[in-house]
């Protein structure tokens, strides 16, 4: 089972930056799309940025044009780049890749999430 070690998170004010990192080690063939999510306090967890093994991304409205989403295939490391963060980017941020298996036995694996806090 392939696990994902987030880090990076923490408490920062308004306007400020952050730099979350994802880790994939384990057994597998290879990783396809990686994403971040968010789930802030009391709401469901949504989407905040997916990119594939070939480097296309998508970002939720809400962060666009201030995070960037980028990743490492040598190291099956994905990061997210937070610049001009809000308190609204509060929450425990997730990091998921879809793992590529022998015979197509294929499957999403998830991260232990890390908190980011915007103080105002």
């Known amino acids: 089972q392939v696990q994902l070690v987030e880090s990076g998170g923490g408490l920062v004010q308004a306007g400020g930056s952050l730099r979350l990192s994802c880790a994939a080690s384990g057994r597998m063939m290879s990783i396809d799309d990686m994403g971040w999510f968010r789930q802030g306090p009391g709401r469901q967890r949504d989407l905040v940025a997916s990119?594939?093994?070939?480097?296309?991304?998508n970002y939720a409205e809400s962060v666009k044009g201030r995070f960037t989403i980028s990743r490492d295939n040598a190291k099956n490391t994905v990061y997210l780049q937070m610049n001009s963060l809000k308190p609204g980017d509060t929450g425990v941020y997730y990091c998921?890749?879809?793992?590529?298996?022998?015979?197509?036995?294929?499957?999403?694996?998830w991260g232990q999430g890390t908190q980011v806090t915007v103080s105002s």
């Open positions: 998921k890749a879809h793992v590529l298996m022998e015979y197509a036995l294929n499957y999403d694996s």
């Open positions: 990119i594939t093994r070939g480097g296309s991304s």
